[in-house]
């Protein structure tokens, strides 16, 4: 891998993936890093991992904050990882008085089979 990939991932491990900032840091265009991502399979490897390593790291700060009691911070896991569990939030949207504004009906479409 040629040294101006190198050091974008470099960059990229160092802003937690953020493409404008790493390729400000290198000198190149945040084009050259999309076009290499097309055309390089190994460099588009590397920086997917990279993302999984910024995942990771911002889970590892939800879970601190839920461990120092952050409410909110615990309300969105549940919401997001608890979903199975029941805890998803719903709208119902209905008139002043409490009457159905609108229903949706879906339709098989018998010519699809």
Request: charged fraction near 35%; charge should be neutral.
């Amino acid at each position: 891998m040629e040294e101006k990939k190198i050091a974008m991932l470099n960059a990229l491990e160092k802003s937690l993936g953020v493409v404008t900032t790493a390729a400000k840091n290198v000198g190149i265009h945040r084009q050259t890093h999309y076009d290499w991502m097309n055309k390089d399979k190994e460099y588009k490897k590397a920086v997917q991992e990279l993302n999984e390593v910024a995942l990771d790291f911002a889970e590892s700060q939800l879970h601190k904050q839920m461990k120092d009691g952050n409410t909110s911070a615990t309300i969105f896991y549940l919401k997001t990882k608890g979903k199975k569990r029941g805890y998803i939030e719903r709208q119902e949207i209905r008139g002043a008085e409490g009457e159905k504004l609108f229903q949706i009906e879906i339709l098989k479409n018998e010519d699809s089979e």
